[in-house]
């Protein structure tokens, strides 16, 4: 079955730095990849997600890089403000029905003023 | 449009106990998936339902189980409750099997004594 790892587990910046969050995946049939965005006593929450037929997407400050080659996909925040300041999970699946999301272990986002 | 609610919030059982879990998707979702989140494991896919039946199933033991009613609905039960299921249950909807993009509600803090 499909494995996700993510790196780091904790990452502190200042703020208006950058942020990298790094994930690889081992399944070659994974084609969907969304980062998720978890803050203190909420669940979840969907921040920008890619398919396995497109090499990058931006929604702002916020882009993911995904490299079908080497399984791995990234995170990119720029210009990072306090409130960027939670816990990030990527996840990958398949289009195939029945099939589940599974999602990395989870970088803990400090964004320092 | 509504996100994804859940109830109760917050559950305090003891063990041997059971619990049911109620989560309401987003209007026009079909599909519900329950995850457990806890600060060892990670977010664990727990199961999936679309059209009241279940679709996916991850691997937690016969104690835990759900259904789906027609409106989309979705309830879990934990039966026999052990100290080791204390974690955050999180619910998901999306519009149908073939969209990925998932989307969370708050979860429900259960807490076993």
């Known amino acids: 079955g499909e494995n996700v790892e993510q790196h780091p587990s904790t990452l502190s910046v200042q703020e208006g730095d950058s942020a990298v969050i790094k994930c690889t995946y081992s399944d070659s049939a994974s084609n969907y990849f969304p980062w998720y965005k978890q803050e203190l006593g909420k669940g979840p929450q969907l921040i920008i997600d890619i398919r396995s037929n497109v090499g990058e997407k931006k929604d702002q400050r916020i882009a993911v890089t995904l490299n079908k080659t080497a399984k791995h996909f990234s995170l990119h925040i720029t210009e990072t403000q306090p409130e960027d300041s939670a816990v990030y999970f990527c996840a990958a699946t398949n289009d195939n029905y029945g099939q589940n999301f599974v999602f990395g272990p989870g970088t803990r986002l400090s964004v320092l003023p | 449009k509504a996100g994804v609610t859940q109830t109760p919030r917050y559950l305090i059982k003891t063990r041997g106990q059971q619990v049911t879990l109620s989560c309401s998707p987003i209007?026009?979702?079909?599909?519900v998936s329950w995850y457990q989140q806890t600060p060892g494991q990670g977010l664990q896919f727990l199961f999936e339902y679309f059209s009241e039946t279940q679709r996916n199933k991850g691997n937690f033991p016969g104690r835990f189980s759900g259904r789906q009613f027609s409106n989309s609905r979705s309830e879990m039960n934990v039966s026999t409750l052990e100290l080791g299921d204390s974690a955050l249950y999180l619910c998901a909807s999306r519009r149908l099997l073939s969209v990925n993009e998932q989307f969370f509600g708050p979860g429900t803090r259960l807490t076993v004594l």
């Open positions: 209007s026009g979702h079909r599909s």
